[in-house]
């Protein structure tokens, strides 16, 4: 036997849809930066989406998530030093950060999905 996985080719309608569904994520990660809630929808459909989806758009998905998780772990340290007295300015500032952070990926994200390209290394840290 042959060890050749065979993918069936994929229609260019459920291109186009897994492509709408991957925008959609990242308009909700830019809408996200003002309301929190919509971050949540999106990753629960990066989830849904990522193991059907072709290849270059499983690093969107990727991305997605990877940008998600990030974001909610720095959140909650900069929510702990809001708590405290000393680190305050810094709790402020790094939420001011974390919010360009997000901004900057999602827009560079979508820029990249409309020029039908797929992230180059959805796991880093930085754009």
Known sequence: ??????????SRSADRDDKLFA??????FLIGNII???????VIIAY????????WLQSHYTFQ?????????????????IMTVILLPFG??????IWLWMLVRGVVGLIRLL??????DADAMWV
């Open 48 to 55: 849904a989406r990522r193991d059907q989806a072709p290849h």
């Open 1 to 10: 036997m042959s060890d050749t996985i065979f993918e069936p080719g994929s």
């Open 92 to 97: 402020f500032i790094g939420l001011a950060l």
């Open 23 to 28: 925008g959609l994520n990242y308009v909700l």
């Open 65 to 81: 998530i990877k940008s998600f998780w990030t974001a909610v772990v720095g959140i909650l340290a900069c929510t702990l030093m």
């Open 115 to 120: 020029d039908g390209r797929g992230h180059p």
């Open 36 to 42: 929190g809630i919509s971050s949540l929808l999106a």
